[in-house]
């Protein structure tokens, strides 16, 4: 049996410091370990870099020639797209709560960089994680995303994503309890045991509300006879791809619907989008591997 492809890294991090000698890079791993896992710490990018065995001058500027951002803005950007996520995700802390485990000295500091960046309230954006359309949502969180040379970095890595049209028979699933289809709440609830689920979307539902999009998530590692969700069988431009943030699956998702139109194939109306884990880590910077499938109709 042959080994499964590798999947796709859209991760800016990870293709960024690919350029670096083996010793620079340790320290910029270290640095951008410290950034990520403690943000409720309110670590200044001075202290990371000192922790990092690096002068915070030439962190400064070694660190704004690859990121094309200071570590300062880059900082910043990290506690915006995590309170973001926290938020639109309906976490049940208070906007307080929130600010202080993101990095912010208050709720006042929060809602002062997301008027300033995203031009929304705390609030207004709590609301868009029900009543916004994934476009909206996309156009929201591409101002959280890596600067690029045109687009946004995780946009420009998506374009390099490999995709391979697919041909599979009837599948099937048995659907899990939820009280939230929300992915980050379902990798806490299950681990590792993730990888025995996936999500389907019907594609119909794609321009919805996120209130309206009907997303079933189960377990499709069950007998047949317990399927109560099938998949009919056909062909599905897929693709595998490991992220590390929301910004990085959105972008992976926009990419694909963007290669069937490239590749000229008719996305099938009728079927349903889907997502499998394929893998999961579960450390504090750890990400996900997707298998994101589109069904294709074939003429």
């Known amino acids: 049996m042959t080994e499964p492809p590798s999947p796709f890294y859209l991760v800016p991090e990870v293709a960024l410091l690919e350029q670096l000698p083996e010793h620079l890079r340790k320290r910029f791993i270290h640095a951008l370990t410290l950034m990520h896992k403690h943000l409720d710490d309110q670590l200044s990018w001075e202290q990371i870099a000192t922790k990092s065995a690096i002068s915070p001058y030439h962190f400064h500027r070694q660190f704004t020639d690859l990121f094309h951002e200071t570590p300062g803005h880059y900082l910043g950007r990290l506690r915006l797209q995590r309170a973001v996520n926290l938020l639109m995700k309906n976490a049940p802390w208070t906007i307080t709560e929130i600010a202080q485990h993101c990095g912010f000295s208050s709720s006042q500091a929060l809602g002062k960089a997301l008027k300033r960046e995203l031009g929304v309230t705390a609030k207004q954006i709590r609301k868009m994680g029900i009543t916004s359309t994934a476009n909206e949502t996309v156009a929201l969180m591409n101002k959280l995303a890596h600067p690029g040379e045109e687009n946004t970095l995780e946009q420009e890595l998506a374009q390099a994503m490999p995709t ?114 394929r893998d999961i880590d579960l450390s504090d910077t750890g990400g996900v591997t997707f298998s994101l499938q589109i069904p294709i109709k074939v003429k």
């Open 164 to 277: 391979e049209l697919v041909w599979y028979p009837q599948r099937g699933m048995k659907k899990i309890a939820l009280d939230d289809r929300n992915w980050d709440k379902v990798f806490n609830a299950y681990g590792e045991k993730a990888v025995r689920l996936m999500g389907i979307t019907p594609i119909k539902d794609i321009e919805k509300s996120w209130e309206e999009i009907e997303t079933v998530i189960g377990d499709w590692q069950v007998d047949n006879e317990e399927y109560d969700n099938v998949i009919q069988e056909g062909y599905f431009l897929c693709c595998d791809v490991y992220v590390a943030s929301d910004i990085g699956y959105i972008a992976a998702i926009e990419s694909l619907f963007q290669r069937t139109e490239q590749e000229q194939l008719s996305v099938d109306v009728r079927g349903v989008l889907v997502e499998m884990i």
